[in-house]
């Protein structure tokens, strides 16, 4: 068994919208577990819940959609869920980094109505209820892979019997594998119970989408020094800097400093001293401080 729990990819910030999505689908379980316990003696209210709030392609015919929305909030039970959502926050959190909390919320929600609407045409004139947020969520792997898989890697736990590692995979290899994996359920005669047609829509709408805006995106997944990765706003090199040296103010344009032959002693971003150690080339050094790690010309100062 192969789990994905998180990545490689060294990120700031706390991950917003897969808490979100996390409470919001475990709020929704928590109610669905409270109809199930109220009702000892019958499933009926529980899959009356399920078939008002799951996506029922009979139901599109007759106008009824709310069900596109909704059923990636319901879940069939505990280890249904237990697996979504870990799948959800080891490829959400630094995807809400590269795209934005605001857009990755909008994306997921475009990318399970795209899941729910293959699944609908593919299953069309069925009653059964589909619940899950699996597309969605399929949605999320395909924009990782085409956004980060060259570069990211995937870590996954792995079981066998009694034991288990943790075990760095490739994204590309681990989401092209599972693209592959649902293909290939999808033609056996027997679906098992699992909607592999929602998994293929999502995890294409996710990777169409990745390939239309990554060119677009100014967050880019970088290396630093110590070839970890990490992100960094590429606007930040088209912005003029002011730095600050005894009680003058400059600008400097992009990462020019020095009196126009020499190095400074000092980088001018964090005052570290830039010794020979930090010398590349007699015009050009770059800072030692890992927060900083900037780059130091010799060059004019704009004052």
């Avoid at 980060?148 to 290899?173: E, M, N, Q, R, S």
């Amino acid at each position: 068994m192969l789990i994905p729990i998180g990545d490689n990819i060294d990120r700031k910030s706390f991950p917003i919208l897969p808490g979100v999505l996390l409470f919001a689908n475990l709020a929704v379980f928590i109610y669905q577990m409270r109809i199930f316990f109220e009702n000892p003696t019958t499933l009926r209210p529980t899959m009356d819940f399920v078939e008002t709030w799951g996506l029922v392609p009979t139901d599109l015919a007759g106008g009824h959609f709310n069900g596109l929305f909704t059923h990636m909030f319901l879940h069939g039970g505990f280890s249904h869920i237990i697996g979504n959502m870990l799948v959800l926050w080891a490829f959400s959190c630094s995807l809400e980094n590269g795209l934005g909390t605001a857009t990755l919320a909008l994306f997921y929600i475009m990318w399970g109505l795209a899941a729910g609407l293959l699944h609908a045409a593919m299953e069309w004139g069925s009653d059964m209820p589909l619940i899950g947020a699996s597309g969605a969520i399929a949605g999320l792997m395909g924009a990782y892979t085409v956004l980060y898989g060259a570069d990211a890697k995937i870590k996954t736990v792995f079981f066998f019997f009694f034991k288990f590692w943790v075990v760095p995979v490739p994204a590309f290899l681990y989401g092209g594998a599972w693209f592959y994996l649902q293909l290939y359920n999808s033609l056996q005669d027997d679906g098992g119970g699992i909607a592999w047609y929602a998994h293929i829509g999502g995890f294409a709408a996710g990777a169409i989408t990745a390939l239309l805006v990554r060119n677009q995106l100014d967050i880019k997944l970088v290396k630093d020094r110590d070839g970890t990765l990490c992100f960094k706003d590429t606007t930040e090199d088209d912005k003029p800097r002011v730095l600050v040296q005894g009680d003058r103010y400059e600008i400097a344009e992009h990462d020019v400093a020095g009196d126009g032959s020499t190095l400074p002693e000092d980088c001018p971003y964090c005052t570290t001293s830039l010794g020979e150690h930090e010398r590349i080339t007699p015009g050009v050094a770059r800072c030692s401080n890992p927060e900083c790690g900037r780059f130091v010309y010799a060059g004019a100062v704009l004052v």
